[in-house]
């Protein structure tokens, strides 16, 4: 195939893509290559092993001159980049499901001491019972870590978001962790073309970390997790937030200079045939791509149906979510994770209140699907949406949580 030329505004020069064959894992690898980070702590789990085998394999061959630790537990990887971090040098790790609740702990930690760690996650359901295949329950989890969360539909939004996450985190106004996603063995294992930058184009783009400290400046000592009395926790605490309050046009704005970069869109939402939609699905992760066949067949139908998916769930696009779904008859919200004991789903409720604080009034519905990996077909897809039209015919919305693909 033949490569991709684009242009970039700052320096007017052709950037030129290679088309690769690679599945979700591989291309993440790419990236953490192309970024070559000081320090790659990681303890392999499935699905996202595949990553941690391919830039282990970087390392050893001296591609890299990342520091690769192999720890011993993901509790420890989360440590080291922590610790690495806070030494004044750049980190990722590599996790899922399990591994990602082991490092509950440290996740909390590394966000509230403002360190730009970076974690590739490969979405997978949490045990019991076990089960290796993908669902997004284990990020859902780490919703409310202080983490900015990224989410990709296929391997190419999977290399894209992993350059992007370096900036973003790293950017002065914002200064948090990030974790980019990918659903388990759907993209991480799936080949698909990705158009992959040039090293030097990707390294100038990601561009050399400077940190505002370091523990192993002996000149400029500064204390790193220090105890905190009630009288300044809240103000601490306030202040990640507002971290992650400026996150967002910072995302959009490097998003933007990405797509100048690559001509790949890189926004926050992006809506599929919204403009003159009726109704509406809501969605996140590899998914999308079932649902816009099933959009595209209902629009042959004379349907006039539209999908929203979410790139950036953390910070939560709140007031783009309610510009596009304001006048809509019907919407409905597709989690692939549950929350039991709570009145909906993590996105749905998420959704509910980005409308109802600024006074859209439209009926929704929360719709569960995927969950251990159960597939989603566009048969399905389109029932929701049928379901959608009696909603938006009666005007009376659904309270209860209705589930895809369940023989339940």
């Given amino acids: 195939m033949a490569a991709i030329a684009r242009r970039t505004p700052k320096t007017n020069r052709l950037v030129v893509s290679t088309p690769h064959s690679l599945n979700g894992g591989l291309a993440v690898a790419e990236a953490m290559r192309q970024t070559n980070p000081d320090v790659v702590?990681?303890?392999?789990?499935?699905?996202?092993?595949?990553?941690?085998?391919?830039?282990?394999?970087?390392?050893?061959?001296?591609?890299?001159?990342?520091?690769?630790?192999?720890?011993?537990?993901?509790?420890?990887?989360?440590?080291?980049?922590?610790?690495?971090?806070?030494?004044?040098?750049?980190?990722?790790?590599?996790?899922?499901?399990?591994?990602?609740?082991?490092?509950?702990?440290?996740?909390?930690?590394?966000?509230?001491?403002?360190?730009?760690?970076?974690?590739?996650?490969?979405?997978?359901?949490?045990?019991?019972?076990?089960?290796?295949?993908?669902?997004?329950?284990?990020?859902?989890?780490?919703?409310?870590?202080?983490?900015?969360?990224?989410?990709?539909?296929?391997?190419?939004?999977?290399?894209?978001?992993?350059?992007?996450?370096?900036?973003?985190?790293?950017?002065?106004?914002?200064?948090?962790p990030v974790l980019e996603s990918q659903d388990g063995f759907t993209v991480t294992h799936s080949v698909e073309r990705v158009d992959v930058l040039p090293d030097d184009a990707a390294r100038e783009f990601v561009g050399e970390y400077s940190p505002l400290s370091s523990l192993l400046n002996v000149k400029n000592p500064v204390t790193v997790g220090a105890l905190v009395s009630p009288q300044y926790g809240f103000e601490v605490k306030l202040a990640s937030l507002e971290a992650m309050n400026r996150a967002a046009p910072v995302i959009a704005e490097i998003g933007r200079e990405f797509e100048d970069l690559t001509g790949r869109s890189a926004k926050l939402l992006e809506p599929y045939r919204m403009d003159d939609a009726e109704l509406a699905i809501v969605i996140i992760g590899s998914v999308a791509g079932t649902a816009r066949v099933a959009v595209d067949s209902l629009r042959a139908d004379g349907i006039k149906a539209g999908l929203v998916k979410i790139r950036s769930y953390r910070p939560f696009p709140s007031e783009e979510m309610a510009e596009m779904l304001s006048g809509m008859r019907a919407v409905a919200v597709l989690d692939r994770?549950?929350?039991?004991?709570?009145?909906?789903?993590?996105?749905?409720?998420?959704?509910?209140?980005?409308?109802?604080?600024?006074?859209?009034?439209?009926?929704?519905?929360?719709?569960?699907?995927?969950?251990?990996?159960?597939?989603?077909?566009?048969?399905?897809?389109?029932?929701?949406?049928?379901?959608l039209q009696k909603i938006a015919d009666t005007g009376r919305p659904v309270s209860e949580i209705r589930y895809v693909g369940s023989s339940g």
Avoid at 98 to 103: C, K
Avoid at 375 to 380: L, M, R, S, V
């Fill in 41 to 176: 702590a990681c303890y392999p789990i499935t699905p996202s092993t595949v990553v941690v085998e391919k830039f282990s394999e970087f390392a050893a061959s001296g591609v890299v001159d990342s520091e690769f630790v192999a720890v011993e537990s993901e509790h420890s990887a989360m440590s080291a980049c922590l610790a690495a971090t806070a030494g004044g040098v750049r980190s990722q790790t590599v996790t899922s499901s399990q591994g990602l609740a082991f490092m509950w702990e440290v996740l909390y930690a590394v966000s509230g001491l403002r360190l730009p760690v970076v974690l590739h996650s490969a979405n997978r359901t949490l045990s019991a019972p076990i089960n290796i295949h993908g669902d997004q329950s284990d990020t859902m989890g780490a919703r409310d870590c202080g983490w900015i969360q990224l989410y990709a539909e296929n391997p190419q939004e999977a290399y894209d978001n992993s350059l992007m996450a370096v900036r973003i985190a790293e950017h002065p106004d914002v200064l948090l």
């Fill in 337 to 387: 994770s549950m929350s039991p004991g709570a009145a909906s789903s993590p996105i749905h409720s998420d959704v509910c209140v980005a409308l109802f604080s600024r006074s859209v009034n439209v009926p929704l519905v929360n719709y569960v699907y995927g969950i251990g990996g159960r597939d989603t077909y566009p048969n399905q897809i389109k029932d929701v949406f049928k379901d």
